[in-house]
C-alpha cells in the first residue's frame, strides 16, 4: 500500500514511537520512527517489512568519493552520540543488511541537495546527485533511528522516500555584535542547523555595539572596536569591559565546519549605518571627525561611514579580507538604520552629494550601496542587502533580505532582484516565544510556534514569475537581549523546527497537528545533545478570575496552553503533577487557598512542558508581577529586559516600555486593603531612539528623583499615593516603596507612573502587591 504525500497518512498522530492512524492505512501503522521527521519529506511510500539497525549493522560507502566518507562517518558519530548506538564504517561495493551511501549520477532524485533514502527487509540504501543530498539523506536517516530517547538498536518499516528541499535559502542569523559567542557555541549552532537541513548561516559581525572580526590591515577595528565599556562597569555583575573578536584563523575554522555540514556562511559587514565602532576605531571614516565611544546603547545610533575616496578605501580593503576569508557567492553590506542627520549637517557630505546629482541622502546611499556592489561583483560576489537599499536604488544583481515585514520582498521581486523573506516580527527570534510570565528576555509581541510555523514565504501579490525571485526564508536572532547562547537556545529551538518545515518541505504537505505530533521525538534529540529548548508552547497557562475569587473565596480554574496540544495533568495537593495526575477536561471549581500545579504531556507519557504552578489565595492574588501588568493606553511598545545589559541568567527579568513608564494593575476589590507594597527596579536606559527620542513621554516630578504615582481607576484618575524614588548614587537597584493607601470601596483598578527624569535610569515594576489589614470578627 502507498500513502503520498507525506501528510496524506491517514490523520497520523505519533504516540511516544507508535503511528496511530485511520483505518486505510492500519495496515502500515507499525511501531515506526518515519513519523518523527523534521521537515517533513517531500514524499514517503510505506511499504510492507522491516529492517532492524543495530550494533552490527555497518555503514557502507558504495563509492571512491570523499564526501561519502564523511556523511557516513558524520552519520556514526550523530548515532554514537546520540542514541548510544555504534556502527563501523568500512568501503565496499556489496554488503547484505548494511547502511550503503552512494553518490549516483543516475539518482531518482534529480534536483540539487535531493535525494533518495529506501529501507527494505535488505538494507538501507542512500543515494543522491551531489554530495549536500546525500549529507541531508543521512539526517533523515538518523531522525529515523532516534525515534525516541531509548538507547540501542532500532527497527524500521520498509520506506521509500524521495526528497528534495522547497526553497535554495534556508537561512539563520547570528548577531555575533551585540554579544559575543564563541567558536564552540557557534559550531553547536551550526550542528542543529544541519540536522534542520538549513543551509545558509548569515553572520551579523559589525554594528555600533561591536566589531568581531579581525582585518590585518586595521588592526585598531578589533583593539578598540571590539571593546565597550558598560554602564556602571564592574557593578552589579556588569565586566569592566565586554567584547571579543574571532580572529582569523577563527573565522576559517568556523567556515570551514559550516562546510563540512553544506551550510555556507555569509558574512555581514553594515553599512553605511551601525558604523560606530568601525569610527570608534578609526575617526577619519566618520562624518565628523571626532571618535565616539563603541557603543552600549541598542537601537539607531547617528554615525555614519563619510563618503570620500578614504573611507570607500578602507571598505575595499576590510572586503578584500572578507572575500578571502568567506568563499560564499554572497557578501551582506546591511544598508539598514541609517539615519542620515550627520550626512545633512555635513557641507562636505553635501557637496558631494550635489556633484553626483542626486536628489537626496536615500539616493546617496543608494549611489554609496551600488558603489561597494560593483566592487564586490568585480571580484566574483554578489551583494546582499536590508530591505532599505530599496529606497535609494539598488545594484541590479543585489539581492534583497526583505525585514520590514514583506513589503519589501514583493516590491524587489517585481523589479527583477532575488529575495529571502525575513520579517519582523514573524521571523525575528529575539520576539519572546510566549506570553508566559516566566519567558525570558525579549521583545514583544510575542512569536508562537504557530506564528512560525504559519509563515509563508512566497507573497501572494506575485505571480509565477516573479515568486521565481524567492530564494527561501531566514530567522534573524538579534542578541541585545541575549547575552548567553543559553539565552539563544531558548530562543530558537524549537522555533527552528517549524522554520525548518517551512524552508523544505512542499507548502501542501504542512500540518499543524501532525507536526505538534513530530516535536516529541525531537525533543528527545534536544536532550540528548543538551541543547536548551523552549518548552513555551505547551507550558500550562492557570487562569481565573481574579477580583471574583477575592470576592468569593472560591475561583474556577481553567487551564491552556499555547499550542492547544498535549494532556495537562494538574495536582491540587502540593505534589508534582506527573501523568497520573488528573487529567484537565473542563473548568474546575477550588476553594481557596490552594496550590494548582499543572505539566502537559503528549500521549504515551512524554513530558512536553515542566510543570507550572499558581498559588491562589487572598495574598497572592492582590500581588501582580510586572511582567503581567499590561502598558497604559497610548503607546504599545514593550520589552523584557534583565537587570543589567549584560547579566547572563535567564531570570529575572523585567517588561519595560521606554516611551512611557507606566502600567496597569488590574481591577480588585479594594475593601479592607491599606497598604501598596511595590518592589521595583532601576535598569539603565541604554537605548538610541534617533528620531524616535521625541515620543519619550515625560512627566513632572516633584522630588529630585521622580516618583512612582499611583492613579485610581485610570491614568489621569484620583491620585491615591505618591512615592518617590530614591537617590541611584545611594541606593540598590532593587528597592521596595510602601505606603498607605486611602480607604476604598468596590472594585478599582490601578494606574502606576514612574515619573523620573527621562535623561536618567530606567525604572520597571517588578511586584505589585495590596495588602489588606486584619479581618475584622
Known amino acids: 500500500m502507498t500513502c503520498r504525500p507525506f501528510r496524506s497518512l491517514c490523520g497520523y498522530l505519533l504516540v511516544a514511537a507508535t503511528l496511530v492512524s485511520g483505518p486505510a492505512c492500519a495496515a502500515h501503522a507499525t511501531e515506526t520512527a518515519p513519523y518523527t521527521l523534521i521537515p517533513l519529506p517531500a514524499r514517503i511510500d510505506v511499504g510492507e517489512g522491516r529492517f532492524t539497525v543495530d550494533a552490527h549493522t555497518p555503514i557502507v560507502v558504495a563509492d571512491h568519493n570523499g564526501s561519502t566518507r564523511h556523511a557516513a562517518d558524520y552519520l556514526a558519530e550523530l548515532l554514537a552520540r546520540t542514541r548510544d548506538l555504534h556502527l563501523s564504517v568500512r568501503h565496499d561495493d556489496a554488503v547484505a543488511h548494511a547502511i550503503v551511501l552512494r553518490l549516483d549520477p543516475h539518482a531518482p532524485v534529480t534536483a540539487r541537495e535531493g535525494y533518495a533514502l529506501d529501507v527494505t527487509p535488505q538494507g538501507i540504501q542512500i543515494s543522491a546527485r551531489d554530495d549536500a543530498g546525500l549529507f541531508y539523506g543521512v539526517v533523515t536517516l538518523w531522525q529515523l533511528l532516534t525515534p525516541d530517547a531509548q538507547h540501542g538498536a532500532v527497527q524500521l518499516p520498509t520506506v521509500h522516500i524521495r526528497d528534495q528541499p522547497r526553497f535554495a535559502w534556508r537561512g539563520l542569523m547570528l548577531d555575533s555584535a551585540r554579544h559575543f559567542q564563541s567558536v564552540a557555541e557557534i559550531e553547536r549552532l551550526l550542528d542543529q542547523m544541519a540536522q534542520h537541513k538549513l543551509n545558509v548561516f548569515h553572520w551579523h559581525l559589525t554594528d555600533d555595539q561591536g566589531w568581531r572580526i579581525e582585518i590585518k590591515r586595521y588592526p585598531e577595528l578589533t583593539s578598540i572596536g571590539a571593546w565597550r565599556t558598560p554602564p556602571d562597569a564592574g557593578h552589579d555583575g556588569e565586566p569592566l569591559r565586554y567584547g571579543g573578536f574571532y580572529t582569523q584563523q577563527q573565522i576559517r575554522q568556523v567556515v570551514a565546519y559550516a562546510g563540512a555540514r553544506h551550510i555556507m556562511v555569509v558574512p555581514e559587514i553594515d553599512m ?7 569610527v570608534a576605531a578609526y575617526p577619519q571614516l566618520g562624518v565628523i571627525g571626532k571618535r565616539p565611544l563603541v557603543s552600549v546603547d541598542w537601537g539607531v545610533n547617528p554615525f555614519l561611514y563619510n563618503v570620500d575616496d578614504s573611507s570607500f578605501e578602507f571598505i575595499d580593503q576590510v572586503l578584500d579580507e572578507v572575500m578571502a576569508l568567506f568563499p560564499s557567492k554572497y557578501i551582506h553590506v546591511g544598508g539598514d538604520e541609517a539615519v542620515k542627520d550627520q550626512w545633512q549637517a555635513s557641507p562636505a557630505v553635501q557637496a558631494k552629494k550635489h556633484a553626483l546629482g542626486l536628489k537626496d541622502e536615500d539616493a546617496l546611499q543608494g549611489w554609496f550601496i551600488d558603489r561597494i556592489g560593483q566592487y564586490l561583483a568585480a571580484h566574483g560576489r554578489q551583494l546582499v542587502g536590508w530591505d532599505e537599499i530599496l529606497d535609494g536604488g539598488v545594484p541590479a544583481d543585489a539581492t534583497v533580505m526583505s525585514w520590514r515585514g514583506s513589503k519589501g520582498a514583493i516590491k524587489a521581486a517585481q523589479q527583477g532582484h532575488d529575495v529571502v523573506l525575513s520579517p519582523a516580527p514573524d521571523l525575528y527570534f529575539d520576539q519572546l516565544q510566549s506570553d508566559n510570565v516566566g519567558e525570558t528576555a525579549g521583545r514583544i509581541p510575542a512569536q508562537s510556534l504557530a506564528h512560525v510555523y504559519a509563515f509563508e514565504p512566497v507573497p501572494k501579490e506575485l505571480d509565477a514569475t516573479q515568486a521565481a525571485h524567492v530564494l527561501g526564508a531566514q530567522a534573524n536572532v538579534w542578541t541585545e537581549h541575549m547575552p548567553t547562547m543559553k539565552h539563544v537556545e531558548h530562543a530558537v529551538f524549537p522555533r527552528l523546527d517549524a522554520l525548518s518545515e517551512v524552508d523544505w518541505s512542499p507548502a501542501a504537505s504542512h500540518d499543524w497537528n501532525g507536526f505538534l505530533g513530530r516535536l516529541p521525538a525531537q525533543f528527545a534529540r534536544y536532550r540528548a545533545q543538551d541543547i536548551g529548548y523552549a518548552d513555551s508552547a505547551f507550558a500550562a497557562d492557570i487562569k481565573m478570575d481574579r477580583a471574583a475569587a477575592l470576592a468569593s473565596g472560591t475561583a474556577q480554574v481553567t487551564l491552556s496552553n499555547q499550542a492547544g496540544y498535549g494532556e495537562l495533568h494538574y495536582t491540587l495537593d502540593g505534589h508534582a503533577p506527573d501523568r497520573h495526575a488528573p487529567v484537565y477536561g473542563a473548568p474546575f471549581i477550588v476553594k481557596l487557598p490552594v496550590t494548582v500545579r499543572v505539566a502537559t504531556f503528549a500521549a504515551g507519557g512524554i513530558e512536553l512542558a515542566a510543570p507550572r504552578q499558581r498559588v491562589l489565595d487572598r495574598a497572592s492574588l492582590l500581588s501582580i508581577d510586572g511582567n503581567e501588568m499590561p502598558n497604559c493606553p497610548g503607546s504599545d511598545f514593550r520589552l523584557r529586559v534583565q537587570p543589567m545589559p549584560d547579566a547572563t541568567s535567564l531570570a529575572p527579568v523585567y517588561s519595560i516600555n521606554v516611551f512611557n513608564s507606566c502600567q496597569l494593575y488590574p481591577s480588585a476589590p479594594m475593601d479592607g486593603v491599606e497598604t501598596i507594597h511595590v518592589e521595583a527596579v532601576r535598569l539603565e536606559r541604554n537605548y538610541a531612539l534617533a528620531h524616535e527620542q521625541k515620543l519619550v513621554m515625560s512627566r513632572p516630578h516633584s522630588t529630585p528623583f521622580g516618583e512612582l504615582v499611583v492613579h485610581r481607576d485610570q491614568c489621569d484618575g484620583p491620585v491615591l499615593v505618591t512615592l518617590p524614588l530614591p537617590d ?45 489589614g486584619p479581618t475584622k470578627p
Not at 553605511?272 to 568601525?278: F, I, K, N, V, Y
Request: hydrophobic share 50%; with cysteine; proline share 10%.
Open 728 to 772: 541611584p548614587a545611594h541606593s540598590a537597584r532593587r528597592f521596595t516603596l510602601d505606603a498607605a493607601l486611602p480607604a476604598q470601596q468596590g472594585k478599582h483598578a490601578l494606574c502606576l507612573i514612574y515619573t523620573a527624569p527621562i535623561d536618567g535610569p530606567l525604572y520597571a515594576l517588578d511586584r505589585v502587591a495590596l495588602i489588606a
Open 272 to 278: 553605511p549605518g551601525h558604523a560606530q565602532a568601525a
